[in-house]
């Protein structure tokens, strides 16, 4: 099937509160059509650094080259940097070849920039220019930079509706980066996984199937990057990403995935592709540079200053098998689950995490985290919202135990070891940063959640919700703050250390950092069937500098 | 109102109470020396020691530096709702919430660190409790011989300034012996902490201030502290922490009113900070490295160890030739005992010769006890690098303290010096600090 492709004004490169009508570049529709010809999937930037930034597009230089198909002639693109829009002051260029066999995307290492500085970026190919991107860079490594502002967003399911929350992000003018943190596509086919209890379908995936072979995914990350909300946000802000499970398959793990069959081919092979296809149509540096190939790693830090340091973890390519849990009268966990062989992060990226997590390094220790690390211990619900709560987050297993083992609930040597040096170091401020999991919670992190809040806590984390994926009360079709209320209530009550939680909306949420203090705003819309659903913040959590919890707060960061 | 008295044959009690604090080699120098006694505002009478010759009002300029150590407090204990006062003076001025003490997190050797700016390797104090090979016994560093660097009160002295200190804790008035033009010796000491209530200790610290206004007066409040190292676990230890520091928050408060009435304020930069934080212990959570030392035949008799609550430092006592060996031996012993989080050479941790063989920290949550397991019964320590987070803000009125801003720099405690010194123009020591300045 084909997939219905939305009509998008191209020209409409920047919102005009940005840049001002001036900032148009498009000079002529015959221009504007080319434009749109060559750069069908935008542009974007990613992973900013104080001197450099990637810059990434995709060039269609024949019809017949479209994604996933192989083919087209190789062609060269230049790109520019520029500290104004009508790219007078060009302050970095060059010229990449790309073809075929990179899918035709585009993506360079853009050095020789200032730090804290935004520029405007574009790519040229026949002399046609791309829509105009706006970055910005890092701010330097000793700076005492006094503010960050983060878009912060996860699981994006195509099928299951409109990416308004994107828009709404792309609307906003006063971020620094938009922090993608997972399930930025997915892998099924039409008809598996839409909108809702009933999986209706609001656009359909392309292709018209699992995404399997190298084509497929290269297919589907076009899809996705044809989007116009996503489009304007890439264009407007750079993206620092990692993958959950999605972007391979359900619930991948080192050596396989829930939804891997065999009839599928070697998992490690689709993996491989997955990745490829990864690194050629994402903003984000995979190893040391840019080159396709040059390596898989993609946890790795971003610094700003002395005022934080993201660190981005990657939790599915060396993680362990998920335990299966057994059914059982008694809610205990598999001893499975605490077995110190397993892990989430494999041992290298355990170390290198706890040395990021260095009061040495940065005021505020951030955490990319695919997976919810905050301990949750499920009270007793009733059987007909089971099922729901287990299809929307996978926390309440269906056959009652209390972990989701798929997060770091189902890993807890690893998450003892982390718990443990931020404890044994004194480490400060400490702020896991996730998403997975369809619902928006605040937590403190407990060294041990049984004698919490006599106990110490470690460290903070802020969970968004879904940009589109399905939330509880989608799976239970019930109406929005009914059965889910008592979900809620239920899983606070037991779980003191979880202040707040949301299981019903969609949306995205902006992430505020000072030095006094981070504030997460939950941003909700309305139905994501419309395309235009609106926008209002929901709550605000914060946790001040030292605190080690997280508190409400009535103002939000728009005031 | 003050006066100088002479030294006459009736000092009695604080001479007294010198000796059996510092022993005989640091009793105060008497003869230069004079006993001041001052009448604070409530009517009570202190007695300050001051240096003769050096008239007691010579202030020099009008530039005031107070440094308040709030003993033990952690980070985090500072908020508006419990410390409203702190967190107010926090505020107003400006804060450093990345801040650490040094090692080794204990008072001495962190309060020294501020008063210097140097590291212990050139400080000579690099804990409360070493093993001294002269004598062959565990001692506390608490006489002013064991200080070898000159410190930024003598040098404030020497370039014409006047210094105080009003030290809560007998040790750290033993340290500091005689440096400062004017100190007071803490009293009503009590017994089993060996500290001043603060209340006393600011008491004295306003008498100070207001009868003989040095230029720098270093305060150290010793009750937050004590509060955490002598009460019991579970709920009271957590009702009387919190007792203690809204006790030392309304000290805190008098002093910055006296500024605020007395109009010294908008002269005076308020350095506020802790000398290390606090970590609470299980009693099950005891490391005892004596008797794993004592189960390895090649080490058994040969390891003397200055327990420093939550570090261990140990001593070889053995023939030099066997050392090497024995230091190794020594750090896989304790490495392989729970609780322990790390060891490392003294060298490494920038401590002097004095700090032994090797430094062991123990995990947050344990406590070294040693070498007997009822040697440390208390279960609030420090030392060990979960207590080295600690709150460190400069407050005041002086237009050198920038107004409601915060820094994401490091800040540590051998950074108070350097600060303190460039307050008042003075140029670094010989070889420089290791801190910095924060202003």
């Known amino acids: 099937m084909t997939p219905t492709c939305p009509a998008v004004d191209r020209r409409t490169v920047l919102s005009a509160g940005a840049v001002g009508a001036a900032a148009l570049t498009v000079a002529s529709s015959t221009r504007a059509d080319a434009a749109e010809r060559f750069f069908r999937h935008g542009v974007a930037s990613g992973d900013p650094r104080p001197r450099s930034v990637i810059l990434w597009t995709r060039v269609t230089p024949t019809e017949a080259s479209t994604p996933g198909s192989g083919r087209g002639p190789r062609v060269t693109v230049r790109w520019q940097v520029a500290r104004d829009v009508a790219f007078r002051r060009v302050v970095s260029q060059g010229r990449i070849t790309t073809g075929p066999s990179r899918d035709h995307t585009v993506k360079v290492d853009a050095t020789g920039l200032e730090p804290a500085t935004r520029y405007f970026y574009r790519f040229l190919y026949d002399g046609v220019a791309s829509r105009t991107g706006r970055t910005k860079t890092a701010p330097a490594p000793n700076a005492d930079h006094g503010r960050l502002r983060f878009g912060v967003v996860s699981c994006a399911n195509w099928q299951a509706g409109w990416f308004s929350p994107y828009r709404h992000l792309a609307n906003r003018d006063d971020l620094d980066l938009v922090l993608h943190l997972g399930d930025y596509l997915y892998e099924y086919a039409p008809g598996e996984y839409g909108y809702g209890n009933a999986e209706v379908d609001i656009r359909p995936h392309a292709p018209a199937h699992e995404m399997v072979n190298l084509g497929d995914y290269r297919q589907r990350h076009a899809q996705y990057k044809t989007d116009p909300d996503l489009q304007r946000l890439h264009a407007k802000y750079p993206f620092v990403v990692t993958w959950d499970d999605h972007e391979v398959t359900n619930d991948q793990w080192a050596d396989g995935a829930e939804n891997h069959q065999p009839a599928e081919g070697d998992y490690h092979e689709r993996k491989a592709r997955a990745h490829r296809a990864y690194d050629e149509w994402m903003p984000v540096r995979m190893g040391d540079g840019t080159a396709l190939g040059d390596g898989t790693r993609l946890f790795r830090r971003l610094s700003f200053g002395k005022l934080a340091e993201l660190s981005m973890l990657d939790l599915r390519t060396y993680r362990s098998e998920q335990v299966k849990l057994a059914a059982t009268p008694v809610p205990s966990p598999d001893p499975a689950i605490s077995d110190p062989s397993r892990t989430i992060t494999g041992n290298r990226q355990m170390e290198w995490l706890k040395e990021s997590l260095q009061d040495d390094r940065a005021l505020w220790k951030l955490v990319g985290n695919p997976v919810m690390i905050t301990p949750v211990v ?41 718990f443990e040096h931020l404890r044994d170091h004194g480490v400060q401020n400490t702020v896991f940063l996730t998403g997975d999991i369809h619902s928006a919670w605040a937590c403190d992190l407990p060294v041990d959640a049984g004698t919490y809040p006599a106990s110490d806590t470690v460290g903070t984390e802020f969970v968004c919700t879904s940009v589109t994926s399905n939330n509880l009360k989608d799976i239970t079709g019930t109406p929005a703050r009914t059965t889910s209320l008592a979900v809620e209530a239920g899983i606070t009550t037991v779980n003191r250390h979880i202040k707040y939680l949301n299981f019903d909306d969609h949306g995205y949420s902006v992430l505020d950092i000072t030095r006094e203090r981070i504030q997460m705003d939950y941003f909700i819309i309305s139905d994501r069937a419309q395309k235009r659903a609106t926008s209002t913040r929901t709550a605000s959590w914060a946790t001040r500098v030292n605190s080690q919890q997280v508190q409400p707060v009535q103002k939000g960061i728009d005031g | 109102m003050a006066h100088i008295q002479e030294p006459a044959g009736r000092v009695g009690w604080s001479v007294e109470r010198s000796r059996a604090v510092c022993g005989p080699r640091t009793r105060p120098d008497l003869s230069r020396r004079s006993l001041l006694t001052a009448t604070g505002a409530a009517g009570a009478t202190f007695l300050f020691s001051s240096a003769l010759g050096v008239p007691a009002y010579a202030a020099k300029g009008r530039r005031r530096v107070y ?66 090979r002269g004598t062959g016994e565990v001692r506390d560093m608490d006489r002013p011989t064991d200080l070898v660097f000159p410190t930024v009160i003598e040098r404030l002295n020497r370039a014409g300034f006047t210094t105080g200190t009003v030290l809560s804790k007998e040790y750290l008035y033993g340290v500091f012996g005689d440096r400062a033009t004017h100190r007071w010796e803490p009293s009503p000491v009590i017994p089993v902490s060996g500290h001043a209530p603060d209340v006393f200790t600011m008491d004295a610290a306003l008498a100070m201030v207001e009868e003989l206004d040095p230029n720098l007066v270093f305060v150290n409040l010793g009750d937050v502290d004590r509060m955490g190292h002598s009460d019991f676990t579970g709920p009271n230890l957590q009702l009387a922490r919190q007792l203690a520091l809204a006790e030392t928050d309304l000290q805190v408060g008098r002093f910055v009113d006296m500024l605020k009435t007395s109009g010294r304020w908008r002269h005076s930069a308020v350095i506020v900070l802790a000398d290390h934080s606090m970590d609470w212990s299980l009693p099950h959570q005891i490391v005892n490295l004596h008797s794993a030392f004592e189960a390895v035949p090649t080490l058994a008799g040969k390891v003397q160890i200055a327990d420093n609550g939550g570090a261990d430092l140990l001593y070889w006592t053995g023939p030099r030739s066997g050392r090497a060996a024995a230091v190794q031996k020594m750090r896989e012993v304790a490495l392989a005992t729970a609780g322990v989080l790390s060891v490392h050479s003294p060298a490494s941790q920038r401590l002097s010769s004095l700090a032994g063989d090797l430094v062991v920290y123990c995990r947050a949550g344990w406590r070294f006890s040693d070498p007997e397991y009822v040697d440390n019964p208390i279960p609030g320590n420090h030392g060990h690098p979960a207590t080295e987070p600690i709150p460190f803000f400069i407050g005041g009125g002086s237009d050198r303290v920038p107004r409601r801003t915060s820094s994401s720099r490091l800040a540590r405690t051998l950074d108070v010096a350097p600060t303190v010194g460039a307050l008042f123009g003075l140029g670094a020591p010989r070889g420089g600090y290791d801190g910095r300045t924060l202003l």
């Open chain 1, 378 to 418: 499920f009270p007793p619900l009733p059987t007909e919202v089971l099922a729901g709560v287990h299809d929307v987050t996978g926390l309440y297993p269906e056959d009652g135990l209390p972990y989701n083992a798929d997060q770091w609930d189902g890993y807890t040597a690893d998450r003892h070891e982390l």
């Open chain 2, 67 to 132: 440094v308040l150590v709030v003993d033990g407090c952690k980070p985090g204990e500072i908020t508006s709702e419990l410390t409203p006062r702190l967190a107010s003076l926090r505020h107003a001025g400006r804060n450093y919430p990345r801040a650490r003490s040094m090692p080794v997190m204990e008072t001495i050797p962190n309060h020294v660190m501020m008063m210097t700016g140097v590291r212990p390797d050139r400080s000579g104090v690099p804990a409360n409790s070493i093993f001294d």
